[in-house]
């Protein structure tokens, strides 16, 4: 089930709205109606599709801020609890993810100053909150976006407060350093956050919380990793001892090398040594119970794999190859023929021989090995 759906296309940048974001679109109306009837559920409606456009703005200022130095952006995603930019690539040097992270916050600080000059002062809040059915959709989104924009400040990575911080941080240590110093700052935050939020009986702010402590986590991971593969190249991680078929070539011999148990993905080639498919055990199963026991190569491929150049930096690689969603990807010479195989295996392997010969920290090796488990 697809579970998110594009909406417009600007400046290069899909916008999409997870499934989950109508749901909530439903839970508001349902309120608004139960509380003030029809026209107030429109209104609450009117006011949250708002406040989310004020969410997409901000995303797309990181969206301005990244072009400036040459990062696109595929997609912005709007969720529940926000919005995620999808960029390429996170800025490495400090002052670049400095302004980048600084850009949404700063939009959303706009707004709210645009707000105060056109009321010529500052909104009151009614003791009943900002998002109530009696209240100005304008004065609400004064208060929304300066809320917005104190709470991205918090130091909690990966929000853009958190990225800021490591930003600084990055200035006087290491990315690697940096990075777990902004981490662990953001868990000790978003653990204090969650055991708040859980005894008032904020739910959202307890799953942005537990959102926070997991994806810093899983970036810091994803920097681990990079350190690991960083002065490497595509032709260094790749397989140089890897086995191959052609199209002609009968499944069950791809069966027999599948179970002595060094290689699950296979590439494809031609005559030429051209790689034109690859091969996986799912599809050979499946070819079979369709085919029967005869069935060939050729019967089973169904997608071309990734063909990357042998000079291509190893993080690059490895994330072509996230970004194909295949098994496999080839290692390919000047004249497009095939030297090396990779999968995400071969990967964390390779992370791991490097965690090994001293390369790195040992807390590398730890997220190497987790990710081959």
Known sequence: MKWSFTIAKLFGTRVQIHLTFLLL???????????????????????IISVFFCVLLHEF????????????TPKITLYPIGGIASLTRIPKKPLQELVVAAAGPAVNLTIALIIVLIRGNVPTIP???????????????????ASLFFFNLIPA?????GRMFRALLGLFLSRGTATHLAV????????????WAMSNGQILLTFIAAFIFLAGKGEETMVDQELLLEGHTAGEAGMSDFKTFHLDDKLNKVIDKILEGDQDVFPVINDLKDCIAAISFNEVIAAIQHYGPDAH????????????PESTPAFDAWQKLARSRM????????AGHLKKWLTNR??????VVQALAGHKPERSLRAAATEEI
């Open 346 to 351: 071969q990967f964390s392997e390779f992370m």
């Open 327 to 334: 098994a496999g990807a080839a290692v390919v010479d000047e």
């Open 157 to 161: 990575f990966p929000m853009d407060g």
């Open 25 to 47: 679109l439903v839970f508001v109306a349902a309120q608004y109606y139960f509380a003030s009837g029809a026209e107030a559920a429109v209104r609450g409606v009117f006011l």
């Open 184 to 195: 662990t700052v953001g868990q000790v935050i978003a653990i204090a956050g969650a055991i």
């Open 297 to 308: 190569v050729r019967d089973a491929v169904n997608s071309v794999p990734e063909q990357i």
């Open 61 to 72: 200022g990181h969206v301005a801020a990244a072009l400036k130095y040459g990062i696109t």
């Open 127 to 145: 003791a009943e909150g900002v998002l109530t059915a009696g209240f100005s959709i304008v004065d609400a989104l004064f208060w929304v976006n």
